[in-house]
């Protein structure tokens, strides 16, 4: 016993010594059998909160009418917002668009053995660490609106098993892929011109096997709400996904993947500039740290992360250096 206690302080001592120790991917809860109604009797409460969604349930269903596999008995994300929270922390950085909207994901395998529907989202911190936010005020306030939506998930869903998703491997240096494009000149009114980009920009990602899982035009929903967010004359995310890169992921052993799914691509102009960015978290950073070991995989997955940079490209942008 007093070795196994030595041996155990070792590898925690080596681990720490050599800048391995463990970080937190996402805390998931769980509830036995396939947990799809209790999911979406959750999403409706969370307007209680100040949070609205988008859901893209029963995913599963979708990978089995198109690729005929089943491996998963439920797949759902749901994107959620808390728009009231997130303006005055956009407004300070606008990476934060990477985050918001964040991903609630469920999955329950088909296993006989897994029993359990599992879910949550990415760990706040680790959120706040991919879009490189270093104002410790800043991440409270982040930290405490996602504490608000982890709250109303023990109190709604009331989850009786729970588990940690952890990593070893260092977050890329770049965690943040940015690019930036010139605005064509003579633009008579930024929201027209958003619409005609934003229809081009769906067209470019369908033509390479993109969906567009959801769309939220921050500037509009606060000039809706007559709320200020003067420091952008255009400011939107849109939801990506690849269907069959996502099959191949998480419909072949790696749901918990699906934490970064779809990835939330954000858009904006800065007031009076002729520039229109773009940002969006990196496959890298699934791949530090959602626990994909395959190699084959991991290569078809920077393989589509370097397709939708090319397809950016295709559409004007630029990397930013």
Request: aromatic letters at 12%; one cysteine or more.
């Amino acid at each position: 016993m007093k070795l196994t206690k030595l041996s155990t302080m070792a590898a925690a001592l080596i681990l720490t010594v050599s800048g391995l120790q463990a970080e937190l991917t996402a805390n998931f809860g769980g509830l036995k059998g396939n947990a799809d109604a209790q999911s979406k009797e959750f999403i409706k409460k969370l307007d209680s909160i100040g949070f609205q969604s988008a859901g893209n349930d029963n995913i599963q269903v979708h990978y089995f009418n198109r690729y005929k596999e089943k491996n998963l008995d439920l797949l759902s994300f749901f994107t959620v917002t808390n728009l009231e929270k997130i303006r005055p922390l956009l407004i300070k950085n606008p990476d934060f668009g990477a985050y918001a909207p964040f991903d609630m994901l469920f999955y329950k395998k088909l296993d006989k053995d897994e029993k359990t529907t599992w879910f949550g989202h990415l760990d706040a911190d680790l959120m706040l660490n991919i879009i490189g936010e270093k104002d410790e005020a800043t991440r409270k306030d982040f930290k405490s609106m996602v504490s608000s939506f982890d709250d109303l998930v023990k109190k709604e869903l009331k989850p009786t098993e729970s588990k940690k998703l952890e990593y070893t491997d260092k977050l890329p240096a770049k965690p943040l892929t940015k690019m930036v494009m010139k605005l064509p000149k003579g633009i008579e009114e930024m929201s027209d011109w958003v619409e005609e980009f934003v229809e081009k920009h769906d067209g470019a990602f369908v033509k390479h096997e993109f969906i567009i899982a959801g769309f939220l035009d921050f500037k509009f929903e606060y000039e809706d709400a007559e709320v200020k967010f003067d420091e952008y004359d255009a400011y939107w995310v849109s939801s990506l996904c690849h269907f069959k890169f996502s099959n191949s992921v998480f419909n072949h052993g790696e749901p918990q993947a699906g934490l970064f799914a779809p990835c939330s691509v954000y858009f904006y102009v800065p007031k009076g500039s002729n520039e229109l960015h773009v940002g969006y978290a990196s496959v890298e950073n699934w791949l530090a740290t959602a626990g994909v070991k395959d190699e084959k995989m991991r290569k078809d997955m920077l393989a589509i992360d370097a397709e939708v940079v090319e397809t950016f490209k295709e559409l004007g942008f630029e990397l930013e250096k």
